[in-house]
């Protein structure tokens, strides 16, 4: 079964309002990934967090790994018609040697 | 660079035919990944090879088969294709161990099995 559950699975905004996409583990993961999927196209690599607590931003992008490296979070800060695809998350459950993809976030924008 | 490459880039066949997607990279990547992405499901592995001469089975590997022709190509055959194949099939790579490194992802093969 799933093992790393990502949520929303869709969710529409607004421009300029806010996004944010919740990815979590039963278990512990020893780092995560996140891809971003435009429509049509291949995923394309975004960052990846380590450490516990760690905190990354990338222009209007924050991603976030959770103190217990169970969730992890990226939210989209006034989001642009740029922003829209979908957001995966894929960690890497410890002991293991492979990636796990969440289901995505599809991110869709009224102009 | 042309990065990850995929053929085809779409394909309909019938249940029982066969067929190989090809997957080549010009990154001297040692890792290679085929995964497939269907509706609400993300992307699930099919199979990797984290060097050359060497695959494993990801979380869906029944009915496919793989070979790593060498360091640049990472094949998938689909030997007698059934309608629950219908996806979209990407290939992916990366510089070192499948589950630290960045993957680096063709642009996929759109498969219908009618």
């Known amino acids: 079964g799933q093992q790393v559950m990502q949520i929303p699975q869709y969710q529409h905004v607004q421009e300029g309002e806010d996004f944010t996409t919740y990815c979590n583990s039963s278990t512990t993961l020893s780092n995560i990934q996140w891809y971003k999927q435009r429509p049509g196209g291949h995923p394309v690599f975004l960052i990846q967090l380590v450490k516990s607590g760690e905190v990354k931003k990338q222009k209007r992008l924050t991603f976030q790994f959770g103190e217990a490296k169970k969730n992890s979070s990226l939210h989209i800060t006034a989001t642009q018609t740029t922003d829209v695809g979908t957001y995966f998350c894929a960690g890497r459950l410890q002991g293991a040697q492979k990636l796990v993809f969440g289901q995505g976030t599809r991110l869709t924008i009224n102009p | ?114």
């Open chain 2, 1 to 114: 660079n042309a990065g990850v490459t995929q053929t085809p880039k779409f394909q309909v066949l019938k249940t029982g035919q066969s067929m190989t997607l090809q997957c080549a990279q010009d990154m001297n990547h040692n890792s290679m990944y085929w995964y497939r992405q269907d509706p609400g499901m993300g992307l699930r592995l099919i199979y990797y090879s984290a060097s050359e001469g060497t695959t494993d089975k990801g979380e869906v590997p029944n009915g496919y088969n793989v070979s790593r022709l060498n360091k640049r190509e990472f094949s998938l055959r689909l030997e007698s294709a059934a309608p629950s194949q219908t996806s979209v099939y990407f290939c992916a790579s990366s510089v070192g161990t499948p589950s630290i490194s960045t993957q680096y992802f063709g642009p996929g093969t759109r498969l219908t099995v009618l």
